[in-house]
């Protein structure tokens, strides 16, 4: 079972859809922060779940029907989690 990093990118990313979320659809903020967690979790032992990445050793955990996009690497012993993005950015052009 590999491990989870979360980058300090992603870990803002987090923070900031959060905080998004808190001020204007407070009713969905824990379980859409939750779902994120637990689709992250769900990597240790389905790495390989995701999409091929638009950006070269990436793969894109699509997080339909929210308009998220976990953008990760694997490794042997780990997944590192570089972003989670609004599906409306212009990804790769956000830095990882």
Do not use: C
Not at 11 to 28: G, K, M, T
Request: charged share 20%; hydrophobic share 35%.
């Amino acid at each position: 079972m590999r491990r989870i990093r979360w980058s300090p990118a992603a870990a803002n990313d987090l923070e900031s859809i959060r905080d998004y979320l808190y001020e204007h659809h407070p009713a969905l903020m824990q379980s859409t922060i939750r779902s994120l967690y637990n689709a992250a979790r769900s990597l240790r032992t389905s790495s390989h779940r995701g999409r091929l990445g638009k950006k070269v050793g990436t793969r894109e955990l699509v997080m339909a029907p929210m308009p998220y996009i976990m953008v990760y690497g694997v490794e042997a012993q780990t997944v590192h989690i570089f972003r989670v993005i609004h599906s409306s950015q212009d990804w790769p052009k956000t830095s990882h």
